[in-house]
């Protein structure tokens, strides 16, 4: 009934939306499609970490595309067409991303629409070419977090790694290795998943704590220099925690030995000794 | 579905059992609040086992708490990488005294006949829960590195989510096996709580700590008795 519902609106709403696209104006569901969309997808533009949907409504029938921009948890484990996408673009699940009907039935048009007309569905970009030195280093403070996120984001390092940060210990690994992220979502990808990240878990940790376009664009020069070997050779000498820690231990454990276990052992000894004998 | 059980449901009812059967269980039975301890006379068997064991657990136990109840200031203390190592170090420290307690404890108990025949099926549920927490403890702490900068991001709005009664469980349900099993095993601990000897935690003798010296006076000739 829902699904029925929401063909019959897609099919009322694709004339108006579309007449209102005709007039050079953005498409109404721009907005949507770059703040949910663009970090993962474009329209013309090639793959990013998703695939280009270019022609996509084409290919596919309303209900598809609607069941997978609406809820793809759905297809993602049952559908073998979903299960070899999934494959070839490394398996990074697109999450469920709340959208309602009348959104869904928007980005099927706005797709359908910029297939056949080029639109702008990034947002204006300061290219990393741009960056100077101190850009560069700016990144690099953000992504270890000496310098914080103005919006209180934690630092890149608490999850990801870039080799050859400099600093004496290594990045974290809850997430991917990002030395060379550049080389694969591109300056228009990495702005857009530095600023609306589709990542879930990233998505829910910066979605209340959004990056500024600034922040992005020292990040964006900071990744850039990583990915082309920049920092190679630097901070090769790197700190280990576990051993470290097993250096701590035994100490720890040395040092409990000689403050604690002599604690009050006269006053027991002695009475453990004569315990239960008639004094 | 499972996610919302696990990470929706399941610590309402640990929460429940915690406060519910512990006062219960203090106004029926106020004689088991004890783990039966037998310290007093086997302190230097004991010292290996429950002193590593306490010590880290203690540690570990009031650092998760306070990267709860202050993940701001936690991370402005990360803010450069020196201190970020060395709030880790500690913590892994900490980790490796409290499984090296805990295994010393439980090979105390299995090779004693004495302590096998005052071991209770909840005993060793207490071990199982806590062996869990801490071998997944570790390996979050080994695999998953950083974890005293991503909590604060991911796991303390959680919980933050659950007082205000709308668990918020994708910023748990994303996060990779080891991070959820060790979470689980947490409220684990949490149900099993008052059923068993960890009631002893609450009504730990603190004070102990600054009452005021206790001098012990033999009412005997030692010198006799101790030849005897």
């Not at chain 1, 220099?225 to 576990?242: C, E, F, I, T």
Request: net charge positive.
């Amino acid at each position: 009934m829902e699904l029925r519902v929401l063909i019959a609106g897609l099919l009322i709403a694709l004339p108006v939306v579309s007449l209102a696209a005709e007039d050079g104006t953005p498409h109404p569901s721009t907005d949507v499609f770059v703040t949910k969309c663009s970090s993962c997808h474009s329209v013309g533009e090639g793959d990013r970490v998703g695939p280009d949907l270019k022609g996509v409504t084409e290919r596919r029938k309303p209900d598809w595309l609607a069941t997978m921009i609406k809820a793809p948890s759905r297809l993602l484990d049952s559908d073998p067409e979903v299960r070899a996408l999934l494959a070839k673009y490394n398996n990074v699940r697109m999450p469920d991303l709340g959208l309602d009907d009348e959104q869904v039935a928007g980005l099927i048009d706005l797709v359908a629409h910029c297939s056949e007309h080029a639109c702008q569905l990034t947002p204006e970009l300061r290219p990393v070419t741009e960056a100077v030195e101190l850009d560069a280093a700016h990144g690099r403070a953000l992504f270890l977090g000496t310098a914080m996120f103005t919006n209180g984001g934690p630092s890149c390092i608490s999850c990801h790694t870039v080799s050859g940060t400099g600093a004496m210990i290594g990045g974290g690994t809850l997430a991917k290795d990002i030395t060379n992220v550049f080389a694969r979502l591109g300056d228009d990808g990495l702005d857009a998943a530095l600023r609306n990240p589709s990542f879930p878990l990233m998505n829910k940790v910066f979605g209340d704590h959004p990056l500024s376009a600034e922040e992005a664009f020292a990040l964006r020069a900071y990744l850039y220099d990583a990915n082309r070997g920049k920092h190679q050779g630097a901070g090769v000498y790197q700190l280990s925690v576990p051993m470290a820690s097993l250096i701590g231990a035994i100490a720890v454990l040395i040092l409990l030995n000689t403050a604690w276990s002599r604690r009050l052992r006269g006053v027991r000894r002695e009475l453990v000794r004569h315990g239960g004998r008639p004094s | 579905m499972l996610d919302v059980i696990l990470f929706g449901a399941f610590p309402y009812v640990a929460v429940v059992l915690f406060v519910g059967v512990s006062i219960q269980r203090y106004r029926r039975e106020p004689f088991t609040y004890s783990s039966l301890s037998t310290q007093f006379l086997e302190s230097r068997n004991l010292f290996w086992g429950s002193v590593p064991f306490h010590v880290g657990v203690l540690v570990l136990f009031f650092g998760h708490l306070l990267g709860f109840m202050f993940p701001r200031q936690v991370m402005l203390w990360n803010a450069m990488p020196a201190r970020l190592f060395i709030l880790e170090v500690s913590a892994l420290i900490c980790g490796i005294l409290t499984i090296v307690g805990l295994v010393g404890l439980i090979l105390r108990r299995a090779r004693s006949a004495r302590l096998r025949v005052n071991t209770s099926v909840n005993d060793i549920l207490v071990y199982i829960a806590l062996l869990c927490s801490i071998i997944t403890g570790l390996w979050v702490a080994l695999s998953l590195r950083w974890g005293s900068a991503w909590y604060t991001h991911t796991i303390v709005p959680y919980l933050q989510s659950l007082i205000v009664m709308q668990p918020d469980i994708q910023r748990v349900a994303e996060l990779p096996l080891a991070a959820r099993l060790h979470i689980i095993s947490a409220f684990a601990l949490f149900s099993l709580f008052s059923f068993t000897r960890l009631v002893h935690i609450i009504v730990a003798p603190v004070p102990y700590l600054w009452r005021p010296t206790q001098l012990v006076i033999w009412n005997r000739d030692r010198k006799t008795t101790s030849g005897a």
